[in-house]
């Protein structure tokens, strides 16, 4: 399945974050990722991120879509998965 | 069209952004918003947009659907946009 995935977190976990959802996930934006993923993985990468998350303060937004050519994409400005590439 | 879209943004920005993206789509997350919007408001929003941003530094992603039921979204932790009916 093709998700895309978007948190807004405090400061101080956004690291961790950032590292989990990267190991499933491609980076696009600052706090936006996407990709394909199985629902196993989709569940692991949920129950980690429920563990870095303050649920109280955090926010994740998932979209789910079985398949990626339902959406089209377009990016204005600059497109960070580029500086991924360094980092 | 269902769209989502998501900047990233130099800080003294993002208040002229975050006006100009709640006048079409519904603000869900800090930089993140969805809605329906026609062929012809989201040019003028993208329009607008360009105005605002500056492209070398920032970045505005824009995903692009016929239709919302195509999309699942799962929300863990906080919804910001209950947030947004006080402001």
Redesign the interface.
């Known amino acids: 399945m093709y998700v895309?995935l978007?948190?807004?977190m405090e400061q101080k976990r956004i690291g961790k974050m950032l590292k989990l959802c990267r190991r499933y996930l491609n980076w696009?934006?600052?706090?936006?990722f996407e990709g394909e993923i199985t629902e196993v993985q989709l569940k692991e990468l949920?129950y980690e991120?429920?563990r870095i998350?303050?649920?109280?303060?955090?926010?994740?937004?998932?979209?789910?879509?079985?398949d990626q050519r339902?959406?089209?994409?377009?990016?204005?400005?600059?497109?960070?998965s580029r500086i991924d590439d360094f980092l």
């Open positions: 895309i978007v948190y807004d696009i934006q600052n706090s936006v949920l991120a429920r998350m303050n649920e109280e303060e955090d926010s994740l937004i998932l979209f789910k879509n079985r339902w959406l089209e994409k377009e990016i204005v400005g600059q497109e960070r």
